[in-house]
């Protein structure tokens, strides 16, 4: 009975599909002719994609790539999934490939799991970028980088130190971050410890906690910090959830920025109010709207037939002249002559001077 | 009561031509059957599990446990092949005997201590998960990153083509024709259907159902861990959070597909169809420009609208009570 009817669906699907196969005679294919040279800008289409969408740190970032965007005339379409997994990821990076996008800046949320996705994205003569976090470095050209582990490590240290009364002398330190196992969070700590070594000698470190990128847990791991080590004198969170959490964990304790010193990165929003209450004295971030710009740029300069040189500069308006380095400045081995790491030029450090002037 | 599910099936075709073709005239590149079939890729890892939750569901369980058996066996095959240095492919077989086997763990739970299933799953579902992060810890590798470094053999399983036919699609194609000769041509199947209809009736006829289910749990685990493989392979690398997202899809896709989330009623054919619309709709919004994290809004009232329509004659009668009722309430 069932029999005949399936073949009844199976037929008609075959039949259907043959229709569209002959539709498709034209074959759009899925290159771009390899065309070199300028573009019209209106005609390139960059696909701007987060690690997931409605965090305030990547809406930034594509708030500064679209004002770009405006700016010079082409088109940034800003696309990611509510959960940052790697599958979605590589779903879009397909669709931009599939909708003939001209290239694509990407912060990905994994080192090695988008490299099938990013080589179909080469073959079909797409340009790829990527920014905040990096990938293999074999399957893009410009990685858009806030900063290598040696700036951003010393300037966690110096954070801190810059509110300490005499830094030379014995300080308790604690590191308070997302997880063991984050490549570039892991990076900053282990340089700054090194930085640490050299600079400040007498500094101990007496913990390193963990917060999982959760806010209650990252909340209650504050906490107790505060708890264990009674004596600490800094708490160094180079992560946007543990930062937050470990200012709220000393407000609730009743503390303030003359019982223990609190440094990091997080976005300004999510500091604002434990600077205003002087819980905190200062925290860093690099501009993430200048990084979403300077990324979507890149990534329309090469679409419009740029060659990317290692040693050369780019010219980008607005954020002036930037230079590109080599893959190992971040501690690649791969070597090419148009694969490089382009570093922002500036990072901010919010106090209560200057916090008001940033929305992100 | 099983002659209404073709019916069925042909508003689904409808929904896929009429996918087709207004995608196609939105962006003329949706027509190229190259993209069409190379999308296979993203949805032929639910397509293979929804195809077995079908016969769960139609025995009146379900499965929810199917996305953590994916990363689970995606870690053992990392793990096996590239720590341990086994044959890439002894490696992913008994990564799939893996799968079978936390399946098997389930359907035992559930036919013979009749605890309801989706507890049971439940509990699988953080079981396995977990098993998979713990599986990854011990490998040395950060599970940030996962394991990678396979075989271009292994890469080719799904990223592959024969005849510039992706790899992908003739998986689902077989595996589809595997779950419909034994949901539709077999003694097997049949006795599936009449367990969900109505199991104690089935019992006495002197089916053994507890086996019938049991054997339903583990046929949906094994092709879990077809897909963790198919999954690995596509991405390259091993990772214990790979189908962590896919629960909704593989229930939506039975459910849109025509199997009766209280079991009795349905087939793969729906599925199959239903998984095929819900993946070309992603690909086409997303061609058509719409975000991704907008897509979730267009899958969700499709499934809501089909349900309801599902209903059928009774769908009409209730939305007019639903209207007078307004409409007396006015007056008052």
Redesign the interface.
């Known amino acids: 009975m069932s029999k005949s009817k399936f073949f009844k669906v199976f037929t008609g699907l075959a039949i259907s599909t043959m229709l569209l196969a002959a539709c498709n005679s034209e074959g759009a294919g899925s290159s771009n002719d390899g065309e070199k040279g300028e573009k019209d800008a209106s005609d390139i289409e960059v696909v701007f994609i987060p690690k997931m969408t409605g965090n305030a740190f990547f809406e930034s970032g594509n708030d500064g790539a679209q004002e770009m965007a405006e700016k010079i005339g082409f088109n940034v379409k800003y696309d990611g999934a509510p959960e940052g997994t790697v599958a979605n990821q590589v779903q879009i990076i397909n669709s931009a490939v599939n909708s003939g996008a001209d290239a694509i800046a990407i912060s990905s949320v994994s080192s090695d799991g988008l490299n099938q996705a990013l080589q179909k994205a080469l073959d079909a003569g797409i340009k790829v970028v990527t920014w905040d976090s990096d990938v293999d470095p074999k399957y893009r050209s410009a990685y858009i980088n806030q900063g290598t582990p040696d700036i951003l490590g010393a300037m966690l240290v110096d954070m801190a130190a810059e509110q300490l009364e005499n830094p030379d002398e014995p300080q308790q330190v604690a590191w308070f971050y997302s997880s063991p196992t984050v490549p570039d969070q892991n990076s900053w700590v282990d340089y700054a410890e090194k930085y640490i070594a050299e600079k400040y000698p007498n500094w101990e470190i007496a913990t390193k906690q963990f917060g999982e990128g959760n806010e209650q847990v990252s909340l209650q791991k504050g906490e107790s910090i505060l708890d264990t080590y009674p004596d600490i004198d800094v708490i160094i969170c180079p992560d946007s959830t543990a930062l937050p959490a470990m200012a709220q964990a000393a407000q609730n304790k009743g503390l303030n920025k003359e019982d223990v010193v609190i440094t990091g990165f997080a976005s300004p929003n999510s500091m604002r109010q434990y600077i205003e209450n002087e819980t905190i004295e200062n925290h860093g971030l690099w501009d993430v709207k200048d990084q979403g710009a300077l990324a979507v740029y890149i990534a329309y300069h090469l679409a419009q037939g740029n060659e990317l040189k290692v040693g050369g500069t780019i010219d980008v308006p607005e954020l002036g002249e930037v230079k590109v380095e080599p893959n190992t400045v971040q501690g690649y081995d791969y070597e090419a002559e148009d694969s490089g790491i382009i570093i922002l030029p500036e990072r901010i450090v919010f106090t209560k001077e200057n916090t008001n002037d940033y929305d992100f | 009561m099983?002659k209404k599910?073709?019916k069925w099936?042909?508003v689904l075709?409808t929904t896929?031509?009429a996918e087709?073709i207004i995608f196609?005239l939105i962006?003329?590149?949706f027509?190229?059957?190259?993209?069409?079939l190379?999308?296979f890729?993203?949805f032929v890892g639910i397509a293979i599990i929804a195809f077995f939750v079908t016969f769960v569901i139609i025995t009146g369980g379900i499965d929810i446990s199917g996305g953590s058996i994916i990363g689970l066996t995606s870690v053992v095959t990392g793990l096996l092949s590239q720590v341990y240095g086994m044959n890439m492919w002894g490696a992913a077989l008994l990564a799939v005997l893996a799968g079978g086997l936390c399946g098997l763990l389930n359907g035992v739970l559930i036919a013979y201590t009749r605890v309801q299933a989706m507890v049971i799953t439940l509990g699988g579902m953080l079981l396995y998960s977990g098993i998979a992060l713990v599986l990854v810890g011990m490998s040395g590798a950060?599970?940030?990153?996962?394991i990678?470094g396979f075989s271009q053999g292994f890469?080719n399983l799904a990223?592959g083509k024969i005849w510039s036919i992706p790899h992908s699609v003739i998986i689902f194609v077989v595996m589809l024709l595997i779950a419909?000769v034994l949901l539709?041509?077999t003694r097997y199947g049949r006795y599936i259907y009449l367990t969900g209809i109505n199991q104690n009736s089935a019992e006495y006829s002197g089916i053994n159902t507890r086996k019938i289910i049991t054997s339903t749990y583990v046929l949906s685990g094994l092709s879990a861990g077809i897909a963790g493989i198919i999954?690995t392979s596509?991405?390259?690398?091993s990772?214990a959070?790979?189908?962590?997202?896919y629960l909704m899809p593989i229930l939506t896709a039975v459910v849109l597909g025509g199997t009766l989330i209280t079991g009795g009623k349905g087939?793969v054919?729906g599925t199959a169809?239903a998984s095929i619309i819900i993946g070309f709709l992603?690909?086409g919004l997303?061609?058509g420009?719409v975000?991704?994290?907008y897509i979730?809004l267009a899958t969700g009232m499709l499934l809501i609208i089909s349900v309801a329509f599902m209903g059928g004659q009774k769908f009409k009668v209730n939305v007019r009570r639903l209207l007078n009722f307004k409409k007396d309430r006015e007056v008052i």
């Open positions: 099983l599910i073709p099936n042909l075709l896929l031509l087709i196609g962006n003329p590149r027509w190229n059957i190259k993209i069409l190379n999308s890729n993203d950060s599970t940030y990153e996962g990678s890469i990223n419909y539709h041509w999954l596509y991405l390259g690398s990772r959070d790979f189908g962590a997202e087939g054919v169809l992603k690909l997303q061609m420009g975000q991704t994290q979730g």
